[in-house]
């Protein structure tokens, strides 16, 4: 049944990778974590498995996420950030009962509270939505330039002129597009 849930698209930040859950915005929008389970075996790709998950906790990751996605995408274009995601992103790192372990092999884990509750990760990557906004992380806040998708990303390439949240998909499609629109113009020319 699993195979039929979109499959995740994952990057190396974890609150942009967290926003673009839900993908192509401004398009055919794609829901990828449209069911509980989903969330849970979205945590655990980044580290941070939980116990279960209700629907009233999706609808608090739902909360956040498209919190983040507002502040982050105001940060990106330099816009005052909007104070009900900035209420919401707070809320949720202040609700979060995860502590930073140091492993052994000089690692950074996340340890949820006791009973390993999806707030507890939520306040994970709140926090991790905190760190990006502010600026205090090596990177630039941008947004795709697919006009379907402008999700915002966190930029860290060394000349910080990456201009799509991913290139295997909006990236590539872009470059297909530029590729197919550059033969429509050979062969009208030949004409
Ligand atoms: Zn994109």
Redesign the pocket.
């Known amino acids: 049944m699993r195979a039929a849930f979109p499959d995740f698209r994952l990057g190396s930040v974890l609150a942009t990778s967290f926003t673009g859950t839900l993908?192509e915005r401004h398009g055919s929008a794609v829901e990828r974590i449209p069911v509980p389970g989903r969330l849970v075996d979205w945590l655990a790709v980044y580290g941070l498995a939980v116990d279960s998950c209700t629907t009233a906790q999706l609808g608090l990751a739902r909360e956040l996420r498209e919190s983040i996605h507002a502040a982050a995408t105001a940060a990106a274009i330099q816009d005052a950030l909007p104070a009900a995601a900035v209420r919401t992103i707070n809320d949720r790192s202040a609700r979060g009962r995860a502590a930073a372990i140091l492993t052994p092999e000089g690692e950074r884990r996340w340890r949820l509270g006791p009973d390993s509750r999806v707030e507890d990760a939520l306040g994970v990557i709140a926090a991790d939505a905190i760190s990006v906004i502010s600026g205090e992380r090596d990177g630039r806040l941008a947004l795709?330039a697919?006009p379907t998708?402008r999700?915002a990303f966190f930029d860290t390439s060394r000349s910080r002129t990456r201009k799509?949240?991913?290139m295997n998909?909006?990236g590539n499609r872009q470059k297909k597009a530029r590729f197919h629109a550059g033969r429509r113009e050979s062969t009208a020319s030949a004409d």
């Open positions: 993908s795709c697919s998708c999700a799509w949240c991913d998909t909006c």
